[in-house]
């Protein structure tokens, strides 16, 4: 994942002298990130999807041999137009790998353990970004910025060679008769998610033009037709039990709204420390890391805590405490007072770190092993789109702002976004009275003494030879 991942935020401080060496405009460039964003968001359901059916190694595997070619592509761009489409390969990529190492990870923890990974590799993520960050501009300024894509390909190479050689195969890779992806679904929710994210984004940038108002209003509809298609095929892209249970729709909807928060505040901190708090360019990334870098730093408590509390708790404090951060980023703000504004970032960076990773968790704990993949992705995407969302939202509150006013606002948006996804979060925290979970899988209760004695077995009542009780209930 760090191998996939790490270029995408060293290029945002790049994109002036990639333009201008490429011949192109700032704007035209941006879109190498951009687009990166919406490439990641459509395809993350897809390609978790893609493990499940025929194994997590396996599309892990093309996944970073993809990273690898992409890597080696954007190294080569000779205009912005293939930079552009090298980075979105790119972007492919990375969310090919995010799911399936999150699947592969969840396989081999019991479940009252999977916090611990999933908070390892949450900071693996995060600290990708911080590398990123934090060497993009040295790397660039020294030797450039195409030697700095040859050197992820060949940090690439090295994890696909020992993917080769550790990776064991998957319970879920099959053999000849494997199912096939729904290819019309996989269309149609491409279609879906590429029209909200990107009329969202727009929608921010153009105003209710004509292209934006349409790609909105064929959200629903979008929708609607892949649940349609979705019913009806054989190995559906999403698998509509899923959208039953309630802690994968619950904790989906908790990270959907943390993460809009998180990502709008994200946006509007470096405007607020330039053009309010006078810090410069190389002051401004430094403090923006230290937020960045605790996201990191909380694994180790996020993986004891998860462990001992469970991780509906940990969640459900962790998103509390991150609504505290962004109110005293609030008061910082109004105040005129920068420590206290630092203090508010690196305490939301924490909190932010103790309240994802276990959300995932939740969603997964309600899954069976062989929908691990499905589960990753459909959070992963609900959290991106959130993410759209918040930095559209933010975007809109500052606009061109010059002063601590606005700031203070979208601060207190994102609280009431976050305060909404804690509200979420409880939803799915544990109930008195729950069937305790097994891998996933409620365990079935003791039968009825009578019935044990007589050693009676009760039929499946759908005809399809399984027991659907075993299907998970959350």
């Known amino acids: 994942m760090f191998a996939t991942s790490f270029t995408a935020t060293a290029l945002t401080v790049a994109i002036p002298p990639v333009a201008a060496e490429l011949g192109g405009s700032v704007g035209l460039v941006?879109?190498?990130?951009?687009?990166?964003?919406?490439?990641?968001?459509?395809?993350?359901?897809?390609?978790?999807?893609?493990?499940?059916?025929?194994?997590?190694?396996?599309?892990?595997?093309?996944?970073?041999?993809?990273?690898?070619?992409?890597?080696?592509?954007?190294?080569c761009a000779f205009d912005p137009y293939s930079l552009i489409a090298a980075r979105a390969g790119a972007a492919l990529a990375s969310a090919a790998t995010i799911p399936s190492s999150f699947a592969m990870l969840f396989k081999v923890f019991p479940a009252e353990e999977r916090v611990r990974p999933a908070a390892w590799a949450s900071?693996?993520?995060?600290?990708?970004?911080?590398?990123?960050?934090?060497i993009g501009g040295v790397v660039i300024d020294s030797i450039g910025?195409?030697?700095?894509?040859?050197?992820?390909?060949?940090?690439?190479?090295?994890?696909?060679v020992l993917a080769l050689r550790v990776l064991p195969p998957m319970p879920t890779e099959h053999g000849a008769n494997r199912p096939g992806l729904d290819k019309t679904g996989a269309l149609v929710l491409t279609l879906a998610t590429f029209a909200l994210t990107f009329g969202v984004n727009r929608a921010a940038a153009w105003g209710p033009t004509l292209v934006v108002v349409g790609l909105l209003a064929a959200v629903a509809p979008l929708y609607w037709l892949l649940l349609w298609i979705e019913r009806r095929a054989a190995s559906?892209?999403?698998?509509?039990?899923?959208?039953?249970?309630?802690?994968?729709l619950t904790s989906s909807g908790a990270s959907f709204l943390t993460n809009a928060a998180h990502q709008g505040n994200f946006l509007v901190t470096p405007l607020l420390l330039q053009g309010v708090f006078g810090l410069s360019v190389a002051m401004t990334s430094?403090?923006?890391?230290?937020?960045?870098?605790?996201?990191?730093?909380?694994?180790?408590?996020?993986?004891?805590?998860?462990?001992?509390?469970?991780?509906?708790?940990?969640?459900?404090?962790?998103?509390?405490?991150?609504?505290?951060?962004?109110?005293?980023?609030?008061?910082?703000?109004?105040?005129?007072?920068?420590w206290l504004v630092i203090v508010g970032l690196m305490a939301s960076g924490l909190a932010y770190g103790h309240s994802v990773p276990p959300l995932l968790v939740v969603a997964t704990n309600a899954a069976t092993p062989d929908s691990f993949g499905s589960t990753t992705s459909l959070h992963q995407t609900a959290s991106q789109i959130g993410g759209v969302i918040g930095l559209s939202l933010m975007s809109a509150i500052v606009a061109d702002a010059a002063t601590a006013g606005p700031f203070?606002?979208?601060?207190?948006?994102?609280?009431?976004?976050?305060?909404?996804?804690?509200?979420?979060?409880?939803?799915?925290?544990?109930?008195?009275?729950?069937?305790?979970?097994?891998?996933?899988?409620?365990?079935?209760?003791?039968?009825?003494?009578?019935?044990?004695?007589a050693g009676q077995v009760t039929a499946p009542r759908d005809g399809s030879g399984s027991d659907r009780s075993l299907e998970p209930t959350r």
Do not use: N
């Open 408 to 453: 203070a606002e979208a601060y207190l948006a994102a609280a009431v976004l976050a305060a909404l996804g804690g509200v979420a979060g409880l939803a799915c925290a544990p109930r008195r009275g729950a069937a305790p979970e097994v891998e996933g899988r409620p365990m079935a209760p003791e039968p009825p003494a009578a019935e044990a004695r």
């Open 145 to 160: 910025w195409r030697p700095m894509f040859l050197i992820q390909a060949s940090i690439a190479l090295c994890a696909l």
């Open 286 to 338: 430094v403090v923006t890391i230290s937020r960045t870098l605790s996201i990191s730093l909380a694994a180790p408590s996020a993986s004891r805590l998860g462990a001992r509390f469970g991780p509906a708790r940990l969640a459900t404090v962790g998103i509390a405490l991150y609504v505290v951060a962004l109110a005293v980023l609030v008061a910082g703000t109004r105040l005129d007072q920068l």
């Open 30 to 75: 941006a879109w190498s990130v951009t687009g990166s964003l919406f490439v990641s968001a459509v395809a993350l359901p897809i390609t978790g999807r893609l493990g499940d059916l025929h194994g997590h190694r396996r599309v892990f595997r093309t996944g970073t041999t993809l990273a690898v070619l992409f890597a080696v592509a954007t190294a």
């Open 123 to 134: 900071a693996v993520l995060s600290g990708s970004g911080v590398t990123g960050l934090a």
């Open 236 to 248: 559906p892209v999403i698998p509509l039990w899923l959208l039953r249970k309630r802690d994968i």
